[in-house]
């Protein structure tokens, strides 16, 4: 069983036009760290994952999930 956490941060920062830095501020965290999220090279703590969610004012399954999310067209 795979362990990955999907996630779409690239997506709502792209769409909110926030940066990595922005939001790793926002955050508390290394802006690198956004970027290991991203890319799926980094799982969050459950702390985190609900400050990213937080962030953007949507629920935490919108952000994050178990399943590959489907490709916006």
């Known amino acids: 069983m795979s362990e990955t ?4 941060i690239a ?10 830095r922005e939001l790793a ?3 508390g965290v290394h802006y690198q760290t956004i970027g290991y999220l991203e890319r799926g090279e980094f799982s969050p ?3 985190l994952a ?3 969610a937080e962030y953007f ?3 935490v399954e919108t952000v994050f ?3 590959e999310f ?4």
């Open 65 to 67: 999930s178990t399943r």
């Open 50 to 52: 609900l400050r990213i």
């Open 25 to 27: 501020d926002a955050l």
């Open 70 to 73: 489907p490709r916006i067209v």
């Open 45 to 47: 703590s459950l702390y």
């Open 5 to 8: 956490v999907h996630n779409r």
């Open 11 to 20: 997506v709502l920062r792209a769409e909110r036009r926030v940066s990595r």
């Open 57 to 59: 004012e949507v629920p």
